[in-house]
């Protein structure tokens, strides 16, 4: 792979991981409800899911279940009923994250993981992402070498912005304040996640 077309999937991958959406507003959530180290955490199983689409797309089953329609369209529905559920218990959170702390009962690293890898695996609009932008870079290389660069850039830049987004967001003078908005942060995150799956739903209605 030339340096030129990594700089161009460099490009790409940035511009995927810095929009905002589901995945930023449950980042958020997580280092809002259990600090720093809950929102890096969130933040990589995160990765590790972008990680497996690109792998996914790479050995050419993305492709596949695009051409199989009803696979297709069975996980986007699966991904978006899971998404909207996670919405619904943001937005039934009892006074959000501030009063979960207050009773001890901040995220845990293996929820955030969680939450972090099933925002990523069960967005089916990121599975279109790579079907759309991602999947022209997948014949610039040959090479296993080149293979395991076109997989590993979007896993890494996802990470590292991310981890940027939760060691911002967990500075000392920025958390508390955040912190008194975490009944907010909750109620937003959680009807982000449920218009999500509510427009796959429509989007997949449209389709048939």
Request: charged share 10%; aromatic share 8%; net charge positive.
């Amino acid at each position: 792979m030339s340096f030129s077309v990594w700089l161009a999937l460099l490009a790409v991958c940035c511009l995927g991981a810095m929009s905002p959406g589901p995945s930023l507003a449950m980042v958020v959530r997580h280092t809002l409800g259990g600090g720093r180290g809950a929102g890096i955490a969130c933040a990589w199983a995160h990765a590790i899911g972008i990680g497996v689409y690109a792998l996914i797309t790479l050995l050419g089953l993305a492709l596949a279940m695009k051409e199989a329609p009803l696979l297709f369209n069975g996980i986007a529905l699966i991904g978006a009923l899971y998404l909207m559920w996670m919405g619904w218990g943001a937005l039934n959170s009892k006074g959000g994250m501030q009063d979960k702390l207050a009773a001890g009962k901040a995220s845990s690293l293996s929820e955030a993981a969680r939450d972090g890898i099933a925002i990523s695996l069960f967005n089916p609009k990121i599975l279109l992402f790579f079907l759309a932008l991602f999947s022209q870079f997948v014949m610039a290389s040959s090479t296993i070498e080149g293979k395991a660069i076109i997989v590993l850039t979007p896993l890494i830049v996802d990470g590292l912005w991310y981890t940027i987004v939760a060691l911002l967001l967990s500075h000392p003078r920025l958390l508390p304040k955040l912190r008194e908005k975490a009944a907010i942060i909750d109620k937003l995150s959680g009807a982000i996640l449920i218009l999500l799956g509510l427009r796959v739903i429509w989007t997949l209605w449209q389709g048939l």
